[in-house]
């Protein structure tokens, strides 16, 4: 009988991480409860400094309203980043369905939670999903809302599910 197994892989940061392009990549942005807004040149503008300055503590990212392929969410407070790219959420399995967040060494496996209140209200963010490194945080959103791809100047963590016998 087979059964899933969470596998993991630690991507680290370049040495040399990718500069910032311009023009937009991703279609939307989401502040829960409201639905998805589009994201222009001046809308992002307006988001990243809403983030930077702490009056937003989550967003999400999509070219996909419907939040089944390619989105990034952030979680944070309390001075605690918890950055997490999706790449398929339609319960696939294996490296094509995989799941990035930022994480701290330190952590990984303490199972701590932090106090981090999500936008959804009821979901748990573990200490070891998070970072303190703000201005890598705001790079690594701002590089996503303008490509649609992960910036590689922070390390992730990615994570997928395999079945194994």
């Known amino acids: 009988m087979s059964s899933l197994v969470e596998r993991q892989e630690n991507l680290p940061k370049s040495g040399t991480p990718?500069?910032?392009?311009?023009?937009?990549?991703?279609?939307?942005y989401v502040r829960w409860p409201n639905g998805p807004e589009e994201l222009t040149s001046d809308s992002l503008k307006q988001v990243m400094q809403?983030?930077?300055?702490?009056?937003?503590?989550?967003?999400?990212?999509?070219?996909?309203?419907?939040?089944?392929?390619?989105f990034m969410q952030l979680?944070?407070?309390?001075?605690?980043?918890?950055?997490?790219?999706?790449?398929?959420?339609t319960g696939g399995i294996g490296e094509e369905a995989a799941w990035?967040?930022?994480?701290?060494?330190?952590?990984?496996?303490?199972n701590e939670e932090t106090?981090?209140?999500?936008?959804?209200?009821?979901?748990?963010?573990?200490?070891?999903?998070?970072?303190?490194?703000?201005?890598?945080?705001?790079?690594?959103?701002?590089?996503?809302?303008?490509?649609?791809?992960l910036w590689d100047g922070i390390a992730w963590m990615k994570s997928w599910l395999e079945l194994a016998d």
């Not at 106090?115 to 490194?133: A, L, M, N, P």
């Open 115 to 149: 106090d981090i209140d999500c936008s959804d209200g009821q979901s748990v963010i573990f200490r070891e999903d998070t970072t303190t490194d703000k201005d890598a945080v705001m790079t690594a959103i701002e590089y996503f809302a303008r490509t649609g791809k």
């Open 18 to 28: 990718a500069e910032m392009p311009q023009g937009i990549g991703v279609k939307y």
């Open 100 to 110: 990035f967040t930022t994480f701290t060494p330190e952590f990984l496996g303490s």
């Open 75 to 89: 979680e944070s407070g309390g001075g605690l980043y918890a950055l997490q790219f999706i790449q398929d959420n």
């Open 50 to 70: 809403n983030l930077r300055e702490g009056k937003w503590e989550n967003i999400f990212l999509t070219s996909d309203a419907d939040f089944e392929q390619n």
